[in-house]
């Protein structure tokens, strides 16, 4: 139990995973509105959590009725167990992070800049909030940026191991260092993710999701064809938004510029993926790449960004309630 200022009681389930442990990080630094902050995760991977503390114990959560008593707990954990605590309605508002990974399902999807914090509010009632891919987020907030006449023809998002959780990421470093050294083969290890870019069935049905999302966030389509795919990475996201036309360049980059949570990259920087990682922000920078057309190449760290959007839910949920 890591201990905080003020009441409520909070909660982490899936405080050992990839998106649940930044959520802990975010939590320790920002001013958060709560007493004590529990972590919890599966009885095959309770353990410590390193942070700026101390290392924290992590409880196992053995039923969803442990949670009872808690104001809020973020849900950072798949979909199957995640669903079993909405079901079983322990009594806390709960912020649902697995809905990142799945076509929207009436309920209101909520991230910050999207959705007003005097809509967030209106939804209290509902118990539950939904967070949603990074990458929709990411998408939504640059078409926001520069405005209602921008409309993307195509983009591609490049996905590291990390958007799949902690056991991919150590897989694919796995694998790398197994093909470093000669030991790596297919037949015996399946899909090669080290040193590949691969598309598969996942990546197709991810960017029917993602789009299905910028739908649901937004009130309205966007007339743009998403291609995913994985990358040879292990953490972080890379997302090219193409524009054939874009003629107020000047525009753009001013409304970038003052944008909530993106940064512009201008001149000669260069952008990686790897310049992002610990980052909250979307990074961006705009390139012509024709007489009339333009691309918005944005990183961003795919974890931190999902903690961020369920730690600012919940930041305004209880500041409101105190």
């Known amino acids: 139990m890591v201990a905080l200022q003020h009441e409520p009681r ?18 320790e630094t920002r001013a958060f509105p709560k007493g004590n902050l529990t ?48 079901a079983a309605r322990p009594g806390p508002v709960l912020i649902d992070l697995s809905a990142c990974a799945r076509m929207p399902r009436g309920r209101s999807l909520v991230s910050p800049g999207i959705v007003t914090r005097e809509r967030l509010l209106d939804l209290r009632g509902s118990m539950v909030f939904e967070t949603p891919h990074p990458a929709a987020h990411a998408i939504a907030s640059i078409l926001a940026a520069v405005g209602s006449d921008a409309e993307p023809f195509g983009a591609i998002l490049l996905t590291g191991a990390s958007a799949r959780g902690r056991d991919q990421v150590a897989d694919v470093a796995q694998q790398s260092a197994d093909f470093l050294s000669g030991r790596f083969h297919s037949e015996e290890e399946g899909v090669q ?64 510029r003052g944008a909530p949570g993106i940064v512009l990259v201008e001149g000669e920087e260069s952008l990686g993926v790897a310049d992002v990682l610990g980052q909250e922000a979307i990074v961006a920078r705009l390139d012509r790449t024709g007489d009339s057309s333009a691309t918005i190449l944005a990183a961003f760290d795919n974890t931190r960004l999902a903690a961020l959007i369920a730690t600012w839910i919940a930041e305004n949920l209880l500041q409101t309630s105190h």
């Not at 930044?22 to 939590?27: D, G, M, R």
């Open 39 to 86: 972590l919890f995760a599966s009885g095959a991977s309770a353990e410590s959590v390193e942070t700026e503390n101390g290392n924290a114990e992590v409880e196992e959560l053995s039923d969803p009725a442990d949670l009872r008593g808690f104001a809020l707990a973020f849900l950072a954990v798949p979909e199957k167990p995640a669903a079993d605590i909405i």
């Open 193 to 256: 993710h080290g040193f590949n870019i691969f598309a598969g069935e996942h990546e197709r049905a991810l960017a029917k999701i993602i789009q299905a999302q910028l739908t649901a966030m937004t009130g309205r389509a966007p007339k743009m064809a998403l291609q995913t795919a994985t990358a040879p990475i292990l953490h972080g996201c890379v997302l090219a938004l193409q524009f054939p036309a874009a003629e107020n360049l000047d525009t753009w980059l001013d409304r970038l």
């Open 10 to 27: 909070v909660a982490v389930v899936g405080a050992t995973g990839a998106v649940g442990s930044q959520i802990v990080e975010l939590l």
